[in-house]
T-cell receptor, first 113, second 115 residues
């Protein structure tokens, strides 16, 4: 069964450093998403991406965050200057219709120290 | 805005016990409702869904009915197995926002099933 692949599974970074989280969506999917879950809290929507541009973003997704689809397969989330409160599990997802039937990756646990 | 509230966890049950996990929602309009499951070390997987009032979603012995009058979508299973141990998330999306509808999640609840 097709999978969404996220790398790395766990990343530790120092506060103020830039970090890039990588995702390979399912090849024929058109819509891409990032969500995050701070430990003990809800899974929160960050951003959706379609046709090479952001479709929607939450208030969490400020100027420190950016997304990119640099080639035909990867979808990345960049955090420019990490803060302690960015520590969370980050999930990438993709879908064909965008309405439901998302396929999620297994997540990247980001720890900012 | 839209929100989803799940019962507090964790939940520990013996094998073959009956499971209910409560989920209520707040939304304008008529959201689509989902249960996602996350097994250890894996991503979120869609377990079941319902898109309109009184719809019942079902999969792998799990069921949930879209109750508009009580704004609820409780997850049930008649006889749980050890392999059902996972984290369960209730979620909704608003179809009015189009094909790119984001999901609004509850906090998730950890289920542990003892042999």
């Amino acid at each position: 069964e097709p999978e969404v692949t996220q790398t790395p599974s766990h990343q530790v970074t120092q506060m103020g450093q830039e970090v890039i989280l990588r995702c390979v969506p399912i090849s024929n999917h058109l819509y891409f998403y990032w969500y995050r879950q701070i430990l003990g809290q809800k899974v929160e929507f960050l951003v959706s991406f379609y046709n090479n541009e952001i479709s929607e973003k939450s208030e969490i997704f400020d100027d420190q965050f950016s997304v990119e689809r640099p080639d035909g397969s990867n979808f990345t989330l960049k955090i420019r200057s990490t803060k302690l409160e960015d520590s969370a599990m980050y999930f990438c997802a993709s879908s064909t219709t965008g309405n439901y039937g998302y396929t999620f990756g297994s997540g990247t646990r980001l720890t900012v120290v | 805005g839209d929100s989803v509230t799940q019962m507090e966890g964790p939940v520990t049950l013996s094998e073959e016990a009956f499971l209910t996990i409560n989920c209520t929602y707040t939304a304008t309009g008529y959201p689509s409702l989902f249960w996602y499951v996350q097994y250890p070390g894996e991503g979120l997987q869609l377990l079941l869904k319902a898109t309109k009032a009184d719809d019942k979603g079902s999969n792998k012995g799990f069921e949930a009915t879209y109750r508009k009058e009580t704004t609820s979508f409780h997850l049930e299973k008649g006889s749980v197995q050890v392999s059902d141990s996972a984290v369960y998330f209730c979620a909704l999306s608003d179809p009015r926002t189009g094909a790119n509808s984001k999901l609004t999640f509850g906090k998730g609840i950890t289920l542990s099933v003892r042999p």
